[in-house]
């Protein structure tokens, strides 16, 4: 295992066990609007406090972009990219589907990626070129080819200006043509969950470089494609994404590519 992925590993069980300390007592965290529907609780902070602290400590001249506290420059070329806690408003409300994500880029390219679900205590991580694994399991994306049979997951818009109609229009165009479409409500464990073949492939819109930095690079080590709603690479800037086994992948994005987006 690449040293990198071993500090990652380490920084990511460290902000997991501060997650899950809190489980239990949800009721007594302060809790900020950021938006409408968009929370941060002291967790978050925690989390992530520990996350940079590991990670800096490790590498004082590697960059780090965290969701909750920004961009900590070091001006080297490597850039770590965390979410601290993907699923809050899961979290917030006892439900068990959240996960810490960590990624870190090379010059721009995502060279290693973590995330780890503690409720289910699931690791996955990936380093590029090297395959991705599950709990030192080798994962592999599903080889299904059928979108009629396949399981699909999305994340549906919830802030006020995102694009619900969009979203509908891609609802429209694939419920009746798959098994069915889950939202569990973390896009982290959704891109982990379509690495080891749970599901068939995940889209969304409007997503953010930590919500999906680490999940990328585990679908693609997986065997897997991804791709924004275009069907081209843009996908960390617009956060606009399908991922995928590769015949899935292909299909929701042939779909998904006639849905005009604003
Ligand atoms: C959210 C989750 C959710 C997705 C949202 C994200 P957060 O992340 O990934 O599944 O639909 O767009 O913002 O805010 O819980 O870290
Ligand atoms: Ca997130
Ligand atoms: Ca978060």
């Not at 406090?49 to 900590?72: M, Q, V």
């Not at 999305?154 to 969009?166: H, I």
């Amino acid at each position: 295992m690449h040293p990198y992925v071993n500090t990652a590993i380490k920084a990511a069980r460290e902000a997991g066990s501060i997650i899950v300390r809190y489980v239990d007592r949800l009721d007594t965290l302060s809790i900020e609007r950021k938006s409408r529907n968009d929370f941060v609780s002291e967790v978050d902070r925690a989390a992530e406090a520990a996350i940079i602290e590991t990670l800096s400590k490790a590498y004082p001249d590697h960059d780090i972009l965290a969701e909750e506290s920004g961009l900590h420059k070091a001006g080297g070329d490597y850039q770590w990219i965390v979410d601290p806690l993907d699923g809050t408003t899961n979290y917030l409300h006892g439900y068990p589907n959240f996960a810490v994500s960590i990624a870190c880029f090379y010059r721009g390219k995502p060279e290693h990626a973590v995330i780890f679900d503690p409720m289910r205590d699931e690791l996955f991580f990936a380093t590029r070129g090297q395959g991705a694994q599950m709990n030192n399991h080798r994962i592999r994306v599903s080889g299904m080819k059928s979108l009629n049979d396949s399981l699909l997951v999305t994340g549906f818009p919830f802030r006020d200006d995102q694009n619900v109609e969009e979203w509908i229009d891609a609802f429209r165009l694939l419920q009746p043509k798959t098994s069915g479409i889950r939202r569990p409500g973390s896009a982290a464990i959704d891109l982990a969950h379509v690495a080891c073949g749970r599901f068939e492939a995940f889209f969304e819109l409007g997503l953010k470089p930590w919500d999906i930095a680490a999940g990328v690079l585990l679908v693609q080590e997986a065997g897997g494609i991804v791709s924004d709603w275009a069907g081209e690479q843009d996908f960390m800037q617009s956060g606009n994404i399908i991922a995928g086994g590769p015949a899935i992948q292909e299909q929701v994005a042939t779909l998904l590519k006639t849905v005009k987006l604003s």
